[in-house]
């Protein structure tokens, strides 16, 4: 069975701008995935500042969040759009950084190495995802982290297999690709490929969440049904369950890059972790 072969090219989103803008941020999908996000990232966030490298930043969303606590920033997209957009975020919220209109790839070879490297739902977009990734990585500096957030393969599979009907023949001779919407990515990626390139590469897992788990599954009149804050609570109390979190439809990497002059025993920092025991639905929740 023949797939529409993959771009040569990493995409740039200037022709999704409104697309993305709609489906991603103005809705619970959106809301849900910052807050997560949002919960990985702010024991870092609350710490002393850091240099942030947002690569792929977008509307520089998250970058703008790590700005308004004093974080330097540096973000780049290829896209000339969704860049101008975030340049606008910020002078709105006269917060300072330096955004560059050039692919990550040129970006990294002309920065220091940083303490904080969040690469979020670039990577199902690229021609060359690992050979990126490794790129993008080698920016973060010993002791310091990446934030990779991606979208999940094993959640493409999952939800096109609940649809069922002529989508089963190319879920089964993988030929998926090009048959669904726009916004489906060419490259999705396996969270244990990536934790493993991860570990490889000198980094430690240090939080896992999968970016809705149930939502997502459900049909429209389930949904319907639902109450969205019953919902949410649902959502977050599988996940970071094993399981549950590697079948979101986007997964949350949060790594530190180990120091490898420093001795193995060395205390790793405070990040909160998360224990599936303390994320009861009676939990006070941060919002
Ligand atoms: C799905 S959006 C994610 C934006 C943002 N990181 C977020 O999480 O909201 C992917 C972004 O990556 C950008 N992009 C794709 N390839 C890139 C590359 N090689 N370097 C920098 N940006 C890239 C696209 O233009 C697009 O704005």
Not at 26 to 55: H, I, N, S
Not at 165 to 184: D, I, P, V
Request: aromatic residues 10%; proline residues 6%.
């Amino acid at each position: 069975m023949s797939q529409k072969p993959k771009p040569l090219a990493d995409r740039n989103f200037d022709k999704m701008v409104t697309k993305f803008a709609n489906r991603i941020y103005g809705t619970f999908k959106g809301q849900l995935r910052l807050e997560l996000l949002q919960e990985d990232l702010g024991a870092l966030r609350d710490g002393a500042p850091m240099d942030v490298w947002d690569a792929g930043c977008g509307f520089g969303q998250m970058a703008l969040w790590f700005g308004e606590q004093g974080h330097r920033i540096t973000g780049c997209d290829i896209s000339e759009k969704m860049l101008a957009e975030a340049q606008d975020r910020f002078a709105k919220a006269e917060i300072e950084a330096t955004l560059i209109q050039a692919p990550a790839q040129e970006v990294a070879a002309t920065l220091p190495p940083q303490d904080l490297v969040l690469f979020h739902a670039v990577i199902e977009w690229l021609a060359k995802p690992i050979e990126t990734l490794e790129i993008v990585a080698d920016r973060v500096r010993p002791s310091g982290h990446l934030s990779l957030l991606f979208f999940n393969h094993h959640g493409l599979i999952y939800r096109n297999a609940l649809r069922g009907s002529w989508r089963l023949k190319y879920l089964l001779e993988e030929a998926w690709y090009g048959k669904g919407k726009n916004l489906t990515p060419p490259h999705p990626q396996k969270p244990e490929e990536l934790i493993a390139w991860l570990q490889k590469h000198g980094f430690e897992i240090i939080a896992h969440t999968g970016i809705r788990v149930f939502h997502d599954y459900m049909e429209d009149e389930a949904r319907n049904g639902s109450d969205m804050e019953e919902l949410r609570l649902l959502e977050r109390k599988y996940c970071r369950e094993e399981t549950f979190r590697d079948m979101g439809r986007y997964v949350h990497l949060l790594a530190k890059k180990r120091d490898e002059g420093a001795p193995r025993s060395a205390p790793s920092c405070s990040i909160r972790t998360f224990h599936p025991t303390i994320m009861g639905v009676s939990e006070p929740f941060a919002m």
